[in-house]
């Protein structure tokens, strides 16, 4: 009962905090008000109360062996140790470093020699003075009309 009380006079604070807002002609701030303030009467009146102090007692628990549990330690060091593995990878990644594949070998010593790899012909259209070709070539007619445009 003392909790249904509570969740009200909230919500009740919370609408005559918006009325004032809405007064003072600040209808985006009393809108958010009003939105605040209906979340005490419905987490009372869907039965969600109960729900967050579970929650609560639950992260306290958690954050007192946090404290004191080396095994905690353990699985946070864990959890970062993958975040920046992770982390690593994608930049990696977009850096464009290449993984080993099956022809090149990993061992040391001196490579084989790769045979020549004849070279795309240019996108047609580009003038080879002062171009260069970024692999972008077939959005140079978009870049053509745009540039006629003047956008």
């Known amino acids: 009962m003392l909790t249904a009380a509570i969740s009200f006079i909230l919500t009740a604070g919370g609408v005559a905090v918006a009325g004032l807002r809405a007064?003072?002609?600040?209808?985006?701030?009393?809108?958010?008000?009003?939105?605040?303030?209906?979340?005490?009467?419905?987490?009372?009146?869907?039965?969600?109360?109960?729900?967050?102090?579970?929650?609560?007692?639950?992260?306290?628990?958690?954050?007192?062996?946090?404290?004191?549990?080396?095994?905690?330690?353990?699985?946070?060091?864990?959890?970062?140790?993958?975040?920046?593995?992770?982390?690593?990878?994608?930049?990696?990644?977009?850096?464009?470093?290449?993984?080993?594949?099956?022809?090149?070998?990993?061992?040391?010593?001196p490579a084989p020699e790769r045979p020549a790899v004849a070279q795309a012909p240019k996108a047609q259209g580009k003038s080879a003075a002062g171009k260069r070709d970024d692999g972008l070539g077939d959005f140079a007619d978009i870049e053509e009309i745009l540039r006629k445009r003047g956008i």
């Open 23 to 109: 007064r003072r002609r600040r209808f985006l701030s009393a809108t958010r008000w009003f939105a605040v303030a209906l979340l005490p009467a419905g987490l009372y009146l869907t039965g969600l109360f109960p729900l967050a102090s579970t929650i609560g007692r639950e992260f306290a628990d958690w954050a007192a062996k946090l404290v004191f549990d080396p095994r905690v330690w353990a699985g946070i060091v864990l959890l970062g140790v993958s975040a920046v593995l992770l982390v690593t990878t994608r930049w990696m990644g977009r850096r464009g470093a290449v993984e080993d594949s099956p022809e090149r070998p990993a061992a040391a010593g």
